[in-house]
């Protein structure tokens, strides 16, 4: 799926786009999929109750669909192998013109996976373009690494959290990652990404399908649920998650209901071990009163709502 070149280009720079995914039927199907599943919750998904918005293959069979798609996976094997699970997804809804905004972060940060190998494919069923708020990246220049981050619950954040980081890194020559509709963008776990607000008429929607090698484990003691997409649970350090039996079936719905449960567990417990660390490391995060988030925006602060 991806040439030499644009793997190399990955594991240089940390990210990778736009790569075609859906045909027209498959992304009217997807649409479509979106819509009965906020019909059945009664509000949009970005306004519900934050586990609607993760791990919904779990009882939404057109996503699971999805992070199964061969155009997909082919990609995602040409950089972490053939043994392929998936930690979560996670619905990025930006209404039109919206102040919806996501500050500099990284998302290896809370997931805790290691190795990092960890990657996102992000698929667009709108079109992401920068007035709408696509994602901007800096690349890694070979040379990625973990950066301090802060919970500081910022207002109109699409991440829960509000995270951003908070050391000083190098926001020069970003580049701006336009994926228009069925199409995708690739970013490492250690890739360091932020969001504008969204500026059209239109509604931005995005679906991001964090995919790791079957080999990697969790740092915490939470044990996770999650799909096998290719290949063989060969790590054997999580549990596997089936497919949905239908829409929105009980059995699934429950199975959701369990391994959101896992996923909000180990979440909280990477909050601690990552303060921890960086606390070792003589590098504890500043109070959050003392923590001015403008000024980890350089260059575009004015175009971030909600600050």
Known sequence: MLSHNQIDAYHRDGYSFPHKALGDAEL??????????????????????????????????????LIRHPRILDAVEDLI??????????FFIKEANSPTFAAWHQ????????????????????????????????????QPRQLRHAALG??????????????????RDTV??????????????????????NRSGHRRVGIGISYIPAHCRITSSVRMRVPLVRGENTGGN??????????????????HEDAYRRYRDNYAAQIEIHDRDFAAAGAAPR?????????????????????
Request: hydrophobic share 40%.
């Open 154 to 171: 910022l207002k109109d954040s699409i991440n829960g959290g509000g995270q951003a980081i908070v050391d000083e890194f190098d926001q």
């Open 81 to 90: 192998g053939s043994d392929i699970l998936v930690f979560t997804t996670t």
């Open 238 to 255: 999580f549990d596997v998650l089936p497919p949905p039996e239908a829409e929105f079936h009980p059995a699934a719905i429950a199975r």
């Open 28 to 65: 009217a199907e997807c649409r479509d999929g979106l819509a009965r599943y906020e019909a059945w919750l009664g509000n949009p998904v970005n306004e519900g109750d934050w586990r609607w918005r993760s791990a919904a293959y779990a009882f939404l069979p057109w996503l699971d669909g």
């Open 287 to 307: 109070p959050r009163s003392t923590l001015e988030p403008g000024r980890h925006l350089v260059g575009k602060v004015s175009s971030y709502g909600g600050f």
């Open 176 to 197: 701006m990652m336009a994926v228009p509709a069925g199409s995708f963008s690739l970013h490492h776990t250690l890739c360091r990404h932020r969001s504008a607000p």
């Open 107 to 142: 998302d290896a940060t809370y997931f805790g996976i290691e190795p990092y190998e960890h990657v996102t494919a992000w698929v667009a069923l709108s079109d992401a373009t920068e007035e709408a708020g696509c994602m901007e990246v800096v690349s890694a220049r070979g």
